[in-house]
């Protein structure tokens, strides 16, 4: 096995977290199902200074792209119900292709840092959850910049 930088590793997690992004930022990977604000929430993280990246995991049949690939610090998981997803893309969209790209996420729900429903939520919210859970990370690790400490104060 490759080395890694311990300080990465969320503390406790079985799956490796290989490396530490761009130029010491810390790297952000975003999954979940169609409609959930991954575009929006990336967009974000990058403005405010993350190494932020979005992992179409959920149109894969490799459980665990998102680590093969992507080498995330933190892993977040976006989920929302059917009928929020009808809503925000298509009425068209089944129960079944619902299921079918949670099937293909479960490996990497079972290895977030952070599974967030943004059902009830505004894209802001879900921004303002994120930066505060990426701030409590950082601090557990020792991983501060100047410009991601302006962004959660």
């Known amino acids: 096995m490759a080395s890694r930088d311990a300080a990465c590793d969320a503390p406790g997690r079985a799956w490796p977290r290989k490396g530490c992004g761009v130029a010491g930022k810390i790297r952000v990977v975003v999954v ?27 149109h894969s049949y490799v459980p665990a792209m998102w680590g093969q690939l992507c080498h995330p610090n933190i892993l977040i ?53 994120v930066l505060r859970f990426i701030g409590r990370w950082a601090e557990a690790h020792g991983r501060d910049t100047l410009r991601q400490r302006e962004v959660l104060e």
């Open 77 to 129: 998981y976006l989920d929302a119900d059917i009928s929020a997803v009808k809503r925000r893309i298509s009425e068209a969209w089944s129960a079944r292709d619902l299921r079918e790209q949670r099937r293909r996420l479960r490996h990497a729900r079972r290895h977030c840092d952070l599974h967030l429903h943004t059902d009830a939520i505004s894209a802001e919210e879900v921004r303002g959850r």
């Open 32 to 58: 979940g199902v169609c409609a959930t604000g991954k575009s929006l929430l990336v967009r974000a993280l990058s403005e405010a200074g993350y190494d932020a990246h979005e992992c179409a995991q959920e």
